[in-house]
């Protein structure tokens, strides 16, 4: 899933990954591909483009938030993930 999940509040966000992981088989994996805050604000490039992207999407989806590393964990985690890798790309899409 590509920058999809940030739309959504904690509530449908549990509720995506619920169903992801009522649907996997075996070994199933679920790759989720998202902007990740920092857990202490930055300042720089990458941190003003996804800053710029919140405010964005904050006036189409209000109920969505970006999220830190930790609360993507928490809410996998929460479904019954594990093994979570977290893997760090920079990339302007």
């Not at 920092?38 to 919140?54: F, L, R, T």
Request: charged residues 25%; positive net charge.
């Amino acid at each position: 899933m590509k920058a999809i999940l940030h739309d959504w509040s904690d509530d449908h966000y549990l509720k995506l990954l619920k169903n992801c992981y009522k649907a996997l088989l075996g070994n199933g994996k679920v790759i989720v591909v998202e902007g990740v805050l920092p857990e202490i604000p930055e300042k720089g490039a990458p941190m003003k483009a996804i800053s710029q992207a919140y405010l964005i999407m904050m006036t189409q989806s209000p109920r969505g938030k970006e999220r830190t590393r930790q609360e993507f964990l928490d809410l996998a985690i929460g479904v019954g993930f594990a093994g979570i890798r977290y893997e760090c790309c920079v990339s302007c899409y």
